[in-house]
């Protein structure tokens, strides 16, 4: 079956610091791949996603490339913000499993100013 | 475009008690989906409907969950009796029948004691 698995948190990091959260992948087939973000008190938020091999998805200064090759979907951020402490999840989704996303465990990035 | 709605926000009840929780996805949307999010881990499908069909229940623990969307919009998400382990927060997502973009609601926050 399909599976996503992520870096364990919590990340601790200064402000403007470089962000790399890891991601990597289980699936047949040619998955979706996202990540979002759930800010504390908030339900989950589309954050970035890429449909097909070396597609590279991009927000808000957030960037992460499908890498099929390695099965990886890291997500990026050269210079984070106290605004951006939050839990990410990494997810696929394959039109063969109706669309349905199978999300990673999460990782909580904490910045401190 | 007004986003998903939840309600209740939080449930709180004691075990073998019923609970139900509503949803009322983007208008437009044709596919529905509960999610089951345990603190520190991530969202699990419980269920999927598209229209007033479901199109995937296959995690669903049909001895004591149930779901409806009896006109294709609203849904439904029931729990009789809870158990402990059912704690969690309880996420309704919708998207669009060409799209796999899912927009989450808020949640509903359930605590059996």
């Known amino acids: ?113 | 475009e007004a986003g998903v709605a939840q309600s209740p926000r939080y449930k709180i009840i004691e075990k073998r008690q019923s609970v139900a929780f509503w949803c009322n996805p983007i208008s437009g949307h044709a596919t529905l989906y509960w999610y089951q999010q345990i603190l520190g881990q991530g969202p699990k499908l419980l269920i999927q409907f598209q229209n007033n069909g479901v199109v995937d229940d296959s995690q669903l623990p049909k001895d004591r969950f149930s779901a409806e969307r009896l006109k294709g919009v609203d849904s439904t998400l029931k729990i009789q009796p809870a158990k402990l382990e059912d704690s969690a927060v309880y996420l309704c997502a919708s998207s669009l029948v060409t799209s796999n973009e899912q927009y989450f609601g808020p949640g509903t926050r359930l605590t059996v004691t």
């Not at chain 1, 999840?89 to 039109?95: E, G, P, T, V, Y």
């Open chain 1, 1 to 113: 079956g399909n599976s996503v698995t992520q870096m364990e948190g919590p990340v601790t990091l200064s402000e403007e610091a470089f962000l790399t959260i890891n991601c990597t992948y289980t699936a047949t087939g040619y998955p979706s791949l996202f990540w979002y973000v759930q800010y504390p008190g908030e339900g989950l938020q589309l954050l970035l996603k890429a449909t097909k091999a070396d597609d590279k998805g991009s927000n808000k200064g957030f960037e992460a490339t499908y890498r099929k090759e390695t099965t990886s979907f890291h997500l990026e951020k050269g210079s984070v913000q106290v605004s951006d402490s939050a839990v990410y999840f990494c997810a696929l989704s394959a039109i063969r499993a109706g669309n349905m996303l199978t999300f990673g465990g999460g990782t909580r990035l904490m910045v401190k100013p």
